[in-house]
């Protein structure tokens, strides 16, 4: 008889130094929505809540003759990244489908935060066969350190279209679109419509002109959003949400046929921006659990496969937690890995619970309360319960970053100094020791390294940066545990 890994994860757990003094999940989450406010671009709305923000970049997309203002800011730039815009939007959007309903009165700001960035993707792809990506040329956005307000940066427009493919980007816009038109189905039917009618246009596009961006574009978007792990996984990721979203056939055959040619079972234990085959198995395997769909049981041995390889004690290689409790992957600001794989543990331990289920690994079984316990205690050591005794949010508990990589933040708002200040004048602003003046609440940083160290410094960007990606998931995860606070 297998025996149950609670003991195992349990005895790894208290092992890890933690205060749990006890949280505000409501108000973490609130925050975590509230941050999206922070990197918003374009004309902001009346009810904008960080008010030391104001309307930037109103003339995007007008050296290619469309309008390409609004959308987000990925992190602590001015550059708007089509490919981690279009998965934040996803995961807000698959946050909202599994845990809207415990966000109580945030729910009405987490879907704001939705529809921002489907206003945006819907302009992205208004017109058929094209995909505009990005705005902003990142090698001189990175040469300035000046808030969005003053932007004099070449606001570049960077499309894909069919002989210059992005099946990556296409793929992971048309999921997004899908996602929320889920969210918006009940909320705004004609709108929801639209995001379906367009996620399935740009799905097809993607599908039949296949190629990676990163080939097309490699000069603008390498190396910050490069595809190193190829388009097959949106094209896959796509599908499931629009199978998901629309309920047809042919997504489903889709998704049968093309398994093992667009390799769902690759690197099972990666979920983000870039990889999204962790996400696609543990999707798809809703229906499974639900009984409803044998022919994708090869994605639940996927999921399933994932779980192990991730949870404590009996991780895979690639994946390591630290003295302090942290899960941590090589690659980039770490939280995001952190967020994205622990969303994925608390859906999976959800659809498990409806199935009364739990996950085979070996000769132990991880039950769905443990799938849940690992990942609020990721939630917590991003609230303080680590060795620092520091929460990465900014403005949540009493230490949190106060120097983080992010020009709005570090340089003086347009209200406190309404003289414009230039590229190179913002440098004192980045090299300056003192706190950032303006707080973009609600951010999450890339966080501490293997050894739970963390430097509050902007040049330590890998660690100080947040972005929109690292947020996404989180939303979900708070929504959860703001009304399910008990580790059972």
């Given at each position: 008889?297998?025996?149950?890994?609670?003991?195992?994860?349990?005895?790894?757990?208290?092992?890890?130094?933690?205060?749990?003094?006890?949280?505000?999940?409501?108000?973490a989450l609130r925050k975590s929505i509230m941050f999206f406010e922070?990197?918003?671009?374009?004309?902001?709305?009346?009810?904008?809540?960080?008010?030391?923000?104001?309307?930037?970049?109103?003339?995007?997309?007008?050296?290619?003759?469309?309008d390409l203002s609004g959308g987000y800011y990925d992190a602590g730039?001015?550059?708007?990244?089509?490919?981690?815009?279009?998965?934040?939007?996803?995961?807000?959007?698959?946050?909202?489908?599994?845990?809207?309903?415990?966000?109580?009165?945030?729910?009405?700001?987490?879907?704001?935060?939705?529809?921002?960035?489907?206003?945006?993707?819907?302009?992205?792809?208004?017109?058929?066969?094209?995909?505009?990506?990005?705005?902003?040329?990142?090698?001189?956005?990175?040469?300035?350190?000046?808030?969005?307000?003053?932007?004099?940066?070449?606001?570049?427009?960077?499309?894909?279209?069919?002989?210059?493919?992005?099946?990556?980007?296409?793929?992971?816009?048309?999921?997004?679109?899908?996602?929320?038109?889920?969210?918006?189905?009940?909320?705004?039917?004609?709108?929801?419509?639209?995001?379906?009618?367009?996620?399935?246009?740009?799905?097809?596009?993607?599908?039949?002109?296949?190629?990676?961006?990163?080939?097309?574009?490699?000069?603008?978007?390498?190396?910050?959003?490069?595809?190193?792990?190829?388009?097959?996984?949106?094209?896959?990721?796509?599908?499931?949400?629009?199978?998901?979203?629309?309920?047809?056939?042919?997504?489903?055959?889709?998704?049968?046929?093309?398994?093992?040619?667009?390799?769902?079972?690759?690197?099972?234990?990666?979920?983000?921006?870039?990889?999204?085959?962790?996400g696609i198995n543990v999707l798809i395997s809703k229906e499974v659990?639900?009984?409803?769909?044998?022919?994708?049981?090869?994605?639940?041995?996927?999921?399933?496969?994932?779980?192990?390889?991730?949870?404590?004690?009996?991780?895979?290689?690639?994946?390591?937690?630290?003295?302090?409790?942290?899960?941590?992957?090589?690659?980039?600001?770490?939280?995001?890995?952190?967020?994205?794989?622990?969303?994925?543990?608390?859906?999976?331990?959800?659809?498990?619970?409806?199935?009364?289920?739990?996950?085979?690994?070996?000769?132990?079984?991880?039950?769905?309360?443990?799938?849940?316990?690992?990942?609020?205690?990721?939630?917590?050591?991003?609230?303080?319960?680590?060795?620092?005794?520091?929460?990465?949010?900014?403005?949540?508990?009493?230490?949190?970053?106060?120097?983080?990589?992010?020009?709005?933040?570090?340089?003086?708002?347009?209200?406190?100094?309404?003289?414009?200040?230039?590229?190179?004048?913002?440098?004192?602003?980045?090299?300056?020791?003192?706190?950032?003046?303006?707080?973009?609440?609600?951010?999450?940083?890339?966080?501490?390294?293997?050894?739970?160290?963390?430097?509050?410094?902007?040049?330590?960007?890998?660690?100080?940066?947040?972005?929109?990606?690292?947020?996404?998931?989180?939303?979900?995860?708070?929504?959860?545990?703001?009304?399910?606070?008990?580790?059972?």
């Amino acid at each position: 008889m297998a025996r149950s890994l609670s003991f195992v994860l349990f005895i790894v757990l208290l092992s890890s130094p933690a205060i749990n003094a006890g949280h505000d999940y409501r108000d973490a989450l609130r925050k975590s929505i509230m941050f999206f406010e922070g990197q918003r671009s374009g004309k902001l709305p009346p009810d904008q809540r960080l008010r030391w923000r104001r309307d930037s970049a109103l003339r995007d997309g007008s050296s290619a003759g469309v309008d390409l203002s609004g959308g987000y800011y990925d992190a602590g730039d001015n550059v708007k990244f089509g490919f981690p815009m279009a998965f934040t939007t996803t995961m807000l959007s698959w946050s909202i489908i599994d845990f809207g309903r415990t966000m109580g009165p945030e729910l009405r700001n987490a879907v704001k935060a939705v529809k921002w960035g489907t206003d945006y993707l819907l302009k992205a792809t208004a017109i058929p066969g094209v995909v505009f990506v990005q705005v902003g040329d990142a090698y001189s956005d990175h040469n300035c350190w000046e808030r969005p307000e003053d932007m004099d940066t070449l606001r570049t427009v960077y499309k894909i279209d069919r002989a210059h493919p992005g099946s990556d980007v296409a793929g992971e816009t048309a999921a997004a679109l899908a996602a929320a038109s889920i969210v918006f189905r009940k909320r705004d039917p004609a709108y929801s419509r639209r995001l379906l009618d367009r996620a399935t246009r740009v799905f097809a596009f993607a599908n039949r002109y296949r190629g990676a961006y990163s080939n097309s574009l490699y000069h603008a978007v390498c190396p910050f959003y490069c595809d190193f792990n190829g388009y097959q996984d949106e094209l896959l990721w796509g599908a499931a949400w629009l199978h998901k979203a629309s309920r047809k056939r042919a997504y489903r055959e889709f998704i049968v046929k093309n398994e093992v040619v667009l390799r769902a079972g690759d690197t099972i234990n990666e979920f983000g921006w870039d990889n999204k085959h962790a996400g696609i198995n543990v999707l798809i395997s809703k229906e499974v659990l639900m009984g409803k769909a044998e022919y994708f049981e090869s994605f639940k041995q996927n999921a399933d496969g994932f779980i192990c390889s991730i949870l404590p004690g009996v991780s895979h290689p690639q994946v390591q937690y630290s003295r302090g409790g942290l899960l941590v992957k090589t690659g980039g600001s770490n939280m995001q890995h952190v967020t994205s794989l622990s969303f994925l543990l608390l859906a999976y331990s959800n659809y498990l619970s409806h199935a009364k289920k739990v996950v085979p690994c070996g000769e132990l079984n991880a039950s769905p309360s443990l799938l849940r316990q690992v990942a609020k205690r990721q939630v917590d050591y991003i609230l303080g319960d680590n060795p620092l005794g520091m929460s990465y949010m900014v403005g949540y508990g009493q230490r949190f970053p106060r120097r983080i990589h992010h020009r709005g933040s570090s340089v003086p708002s347009v209200s406190a100094h309404p003289a414009r200040i230039g590229c190179k004048e913002g440098s004192r602003y980045f090299l300056s020791p003192n706190p950032n003046p303006n707080l973009l609440v609600g951010a999450v940083v890339g966080g501490p390294n293997v050894t739970d160290a963390f430097p509050d410094s902007r040049p330590y960007f890998v660690q100080s940066e947040p972005t929109t990606y690292i947020n996404a998931p989180l939303v979900g995860l708070l929504g959860y545990f703001s009304t399910h606070s008990s580790w059972r």
